[in-house]
């Protein structure tokens, strides 16, 4: 299938308000999809409600609205998409490119968290036994061209690191939903952190598991704190200060090599926007992971978290 509109997306994972590094995400998705003339869709991965605190949606949304970045469809929300997700799951199953596997922690454990059993084999899951699901990986070299960091070559090793796509407790896992989504949303091109550059072979395989053809991929930097960690939740990324919107979007322009005029912090979020994409140059953004010292520290008025 040959995608002919350009249909990108903005998929956080709730786990948190948003950062400054998911702001420079968002806002390559957007100028990408914009300057294509494209679609930009916001979809919230709420997989796990055991890692996202109840308000965390709502607030990533009103940052977005803050700082001018509206979805072009009704936002999508993967907690209410499971019925798409299990008929995946059973799609799946029935062509044998996915599995029930029961071991136990403690027997990945044991394996640095790998998968060493013969759970492939098996057609069917003991009726009363706990078990996951994992994708069948298949051997193999794969290629593809990333529209950033270009030719990219990855080798998938099966079954040691066939992927968990639905867990034992019953969630569905990102792997699985991202490719559901992104198939079923007709996503074209798909921007995000190259943290996730590695999971790219492996949704590549789930896509064309599915009977679909993968997406074109841009990874950009992700954006470090002092300590050269990934701005994340985890390590404590202050939320952004919605109080500012237009000097974050031009903090997030210079952590994408743009180079937007001074005086643009003085001006209004939609007028910052504007000069974005006017001038969006893709090829100006950094190929490399990007220090946010200084970045950071001059959006944030307040640190919260
Ligand atoms: N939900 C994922 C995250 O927040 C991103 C998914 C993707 O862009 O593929 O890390």
């Known amino acids: 299938m040959e995608h002919s509109r350009y249909r990108g997306r903005f998929a956080p994972s709730p786990t948190g308000p948003l950062h400054f590094g998911s702001l420079v995400t968002a806002l390559a998705t957007w ?6 003339n494209g679609d930009w869709l916001v979809r919230i991965e709420d997989l796990d409600p055991l890692r996202e605190p109840p308000e965390a949606t709502d607030q990533i949304l009103h940052s977005l609205e803050v700082h001018g970045l509206h979805s072009d469809e009704p936002i999508r929300f993967q907690s209410q998409r499971h019925p798409a997700y299990q008929s995946a799951i059973t799609q799946l199953l029935g062509s044998g490119k996915a599995y029930p596997c029961t071991c136990s922690r403690k027997q990945l454990q044991a394996h640095n968290g790998r998968h060493p059993f013969q759970c492939r084999e098996r057609t069917s899951a003991p009726e009363d036994a706990p078990h996951a699901i994992r994708f069948a990986l298949s051997d193999e070299s794969c290629q593809w061209q990333d529209l950033l960091l270009g030719s990219q070559r990855q080798s998938v090793r099966a079954e040691l690191d066939d992927p968990v796509i639905q867990r034992k407790e019953g969630f569905f896992a990102y792997q699985l939903a991202v490719a559901v989504d992104d198939i079923d949303q007709g996503i074209s091109h798909v921007v995000r952190g190259s943290d996730l550059l590695d999971m790219t072979a492996q949704q590549q395989q789930i896509f064309q598991a599915l009977g679909a053809q993968p997406p074109q991929w841009l990874h950009i930097p992700v954006i470090l704190n002092d300590q050269g960690q990934k701005l994340s939740k985890q ?3 202050p939320a952004l200060d919605d109080s500012k919107p237009a000097t974050n979007l031009v903090h997030a322009l210079l952590a994408l090599g743009q180079q937007p005029p001074a ?3 003085n001006a209004t979020v939609d007028e910052v926007l504007a000069w974005a994409r006017a001038h969006w ?3 100006a953004i950094p190929l490399t992971s990007r220090q946010a010292r200084g970045i950071t520290s001059s959006t944030q008025s ?3 978290r």
């Open 31 to 36: 100028l990408e999809a914009r300057t294509a």
């Open 235 to 237: 390590n404590h990324a």
């Open 263 to 265: 005086q643009l912090t």
């Open 281 to 283: 140059q893709r090829t």
């Open 302 to 304: 307040h640190s919260d």
